[in-house]
């Protein structure tokens, strides 16, 4: 059985306690708090949802303090198994945050043990890592709600994003297409286990397919390179960090796939990695609201900078501002939208924010910007709010001048704004870290920019800073910089 042969059930191969034709067997998840083997994960699991289904709570939705744990694992397939809808709660979150999330989503108890910032006193229903249930639950509707994952807050509470079994079931499939990603593959990561990259992906995909999982606890190059994967999950800051390490980088030669995704792989990286590991690493761009929706394919050439095409059962456009089609030609920069199967259903209790998010014509607007070349190829250039800058007349996509900056020598890290300007409209700065024992030179900087691009994408103002405000993810939160 192949995970797309059982598009109807969300845990595919774990559901039925069987493994995919080519799965080692004894395939298995393993995290730095113990290991499961996935029948004994799926029973362990089964014992959970029993309990969660004892009458006494309802069918609310259930919290997990998403820590990266083998117990978090077994909650959130708990959950999923018993029906309810899964509420991941970061790991590090604050009293204030907790409590914004449990009371939005209406949660009626935590599955496993709670985030020690709850002061609600809600009913906690434990994990025993040692339970196990031959309790066969029947599928829920694939339209019924699986997750709320919560979004970055940046101009207000976090918003619930509500994802149905269908949306997950739909990209779990799409990626095990894209990067034929089979039941023989060992995937190894050291992502959090709140967003679609660590959790969706990285915990429900190999369940789905029948393939083991480690997870590394920390994302760090020496746990990368032994954990003897044939696939890894990382975002540019690990990837970063890898390649500064030649010899857990060259450990990665046996793997077969690098994933990369949250934010945009330096090209510079994606070079260094070519070099020690032999692999074109695999770039996707995707969203809490969409899931992965563009990805680089294992059977495809990768190229750097570019996150590929859609995914199978996803559409894509770019529109500007007048709503008017953008070229595809490589250069065109456009308001990226989407359409297809991995859609979240909106915006939880928030109906006004969910419409204002779709185009009259039924496009979900992500709030990105890209250009999409001849060949289809998508380059993600960043946030219109922030990386969309008006200059002069001109539009400038941040991550196009970035590439230009990291491709220095002398700069480690860098983070392209636009600033409000009297002349200009918005001036174009760039924040950048030296590498170490290198000194910058704004007026060099800003000359070559020029160069390389054109007079117009070139930054009036150089700052040279020591650290870039990242978030969980390496993000640069570039809100921080202005």
Do not use: C
């Not at 799409?174 to 990259?197: E, Q, S």
């Amino acid at each position: 059985m192949s995970a797309s042969t059982d598009a109807g059930r969300l845990l595919g191969a774990l559901h039925d306690g069987a493994l995919p034709d080519g799965a080692g067997t004894g395939a298995r998840a393993v995290f730095t708090d113990g290991a499961l083997e996935h029948a004994d994960l799926a029973a362990a699991a089964a014992a959970l949802a029993a309990r969660l289904l004892d009458g006494a709570l309802g069918p609310g939705p259930v919290a997990v303090w998403a820590r990266p744990s083998l117990s978090t694992a077994v909650a959130v397939v708990g959950g999923l198994l018993a029906g309810v809808p899964v509420v991941p709660v970061p790991e590090d979150s604050g009293a204030d945050e907790v409590a914004h999330l449990l009371r939005d989503s209406g949660v009626v108890a935590w599955a496993g043990m709670p985030s020690p910032a709850d002061r609600s006193g809600r009913r906690t229903v434990p994990v025993d890592l040692t339970a196990r249930s031959d309790l066969v639950l029947p599928e829920p509707p694939a339209e019924s709600t699986a997750f709320v994952l919560y979004t970055s807050g940046t101009t207000g509470p976090p918003k619930g994003v509500v994802l149905s079994r269908r949306a997950v079931t739909a990209g779990l499939d799409a990626v095990v297409d894209a990067w034929d990603w089979t039941g023989g593959d060992t995937l190894a990561h050291g992502l959090p286990l709140f967003h679609v990259h660590g959790l969706v992906l990285g915990v429900l995909g190999p369940l789905r397919v029948g393939s083991s999982l480690v997870h590394t606890g920390r994302p760090t190059p020496t746990a990368y390179a032994a954990s003897a994967a044939t696939m890894l999950f990382g975002v540019p800051t690990v990837w970063h960090r890898v390649a500064q390490n030649a010899d857990a980088a060259r450990a990665l030669r046996r793997a077969r796939l690098l994933v990369s995704g949250s934010a945009p792989l330096p090209v510079p990286v994606f070079d260094a990695l070519r070099d020690l590991t032999g692999h074109d690493v695999v770039e996707r761009y995707g969203m809490t609201e969409t899931l992965i929706t563009v990805a680089a394919r294992a059977d495809r050439p990768r190229r750097a900078g570019t996150v590929g095409w859609p995914v199978s059962g996803v559409r894509t456009r770019l529109r500007d501002e007048h709503a008017e089609p953008v070229a595809e030609d490589g250069t065109s920069v456009g308001r990226l939208q989407v359409q297809g199967d991995t859609l979240f259903d909106g915006y939880l209790g928030r109906p006004e924010a969910t419409a204002a998010s779709w185009t009259a014509d039924g496009w979900f607007v992500t709030g990105d910007v890209a250009t999409v070349d001849g060949d289809g190829r998508h380059r993600i250039l960043g946030r219109e709010s922030v990386d969309l800058i008006k200059t002069g007349g001109f539009r400038v996509g941040a991550g196009e001048v970035e590439a230009a900056l990291l491709a220095r020598d002398d700069i480690a890290e860098a983070a392209v704004i636009g600033v409000p300007d009297d002349d200009l409209g918005q001036r174009i700065v760039a924040v950048v870290v030296p590498r170490e024992g290198a000194t910058v030179v704004p007026a060099d900087v800003i000359a070559e920019v020029a160069a390389r691009l054109s007079a117009h994408k070139r930054p009036r103002e150089v700052r040279v800073v020591e650290a870039l405000p990242r978030n969980a993810l390496g993000k640069v939160v570039k809100t921080d910089l202005g």
